[in-house]
């Protein structure tokens, strides 16, 4: 079982550069998510999507864009790389439901340095 | 004030040792919660459901109190390997957006 792919696992990007993170999941969840890491702030949210054609924004969406045309794919759009956009980010999905069906999936994370 | 709240740490504790963390979520609407694991440089990924009667998984028990807004997480016997960020996770009823805590780290040392 796939779960969670995302790629690329590590990238180095110049300031003002454009980007595309790719995940991919084989589960047929309806929520996907974009979360990025960085030291002490925990994970926040970028945006997420709760089915094919529907995306929102998360608590920290300026500078990314998504789209989710299919189930299994959301991918997440640096438009203009920035400094400020040095971080982990992370994929998830899950079923919506209650119970064992809440458990989050995540992607195995992408390490991104603006310089 | 922030919607889920842990205490950062580290906790230090010798293998063996019983270690406890606690959580307050503001939300009284919430109604799934959970604790994560995550190790360095790793993605999360779900230590256990907390249920409203307590539940328990190997060395690990979890609990809730709805009337204070917390839930907790006990480890007895710590093991090295369970050096790792706790996350506290809740969830609104009907919700898929989960609400993470900023993590607790433990560190267990021999």
């Known amino acids: 079982n796939a779960g969670v792919t995302q790629t690329p696992k590590f990238q180095v990007l110049k300031t003002g550069q454009s980007m595309t993170l790719q995940c991919a999941q084989d589960?047929?969840?309806?929520?996907m998510s974009w979360y990025r890491q960085d030291p002490g702030m925990g994970l926040r949210l970028i945006h997420y999507?709760?089915?094919?054609?529907?995306?929102d924004q998360g608590e920290v969406p300026n500078g990314y864009n998504v789209s989710r045309s299919t189930t299994e794919d959301f991918p997440l759009r640096l438009l203009s790389a920035a400094p400020s956009q040095t971080s982990v980010y992370f994929c998830?999905?899950?079923?919506?439901?209650?119970?064992?069906?809440?458990?989050?999936?995540f992607g195995s994370g992408t390490q991104l340095s603006v310089l | 004030r922030k919607e889920v709240e842990q205490d950062p740490g580290p906790f230090n504790v010798p293998e063996g040792a019983t270690v406890a963390f606690n959580c307050t979520y503001s939300?009284?609407?919430?109604?799934?919660f959970f604790w994560y694991r995550q190790d360095c440089r790793k993605e999360p990924k779900l230590l256990m459901s907390?249920?409203?009667s307590g539940n328990e998984d190997g060395r690990f028990t979890a609990q809730l109190n709805r009337a204070s807004q917390y839930i907790s997480l006990l480890i007895r016997d710590s093991k090295l390997s369970d050096s790792a960020t706790y996350l506290c996770?809740?969830?609104?009823?009907?919700?898929?957006?989960?609400?993470f805590g900023r993590g607790t780290s433990l560190i267990v040392h021999p």
């Open positions: 998830a999905s899950s079923y919506r439901g209650q119970g064992a069906n809440e458990k989050l999936f």
């Open positions: 589960m047929n969840h309806e929520y």
């Open positions: 999507s709760v089915g094919a054609g529907i995306t």
């Open positions: 939300n009284s609407a919430s109604q799934s």
């Open positions: 907390v249920y409203s």
């Open positions: 996770v809740v969830k609104g009823e009907g919700s898929y957006i989960p609400t």
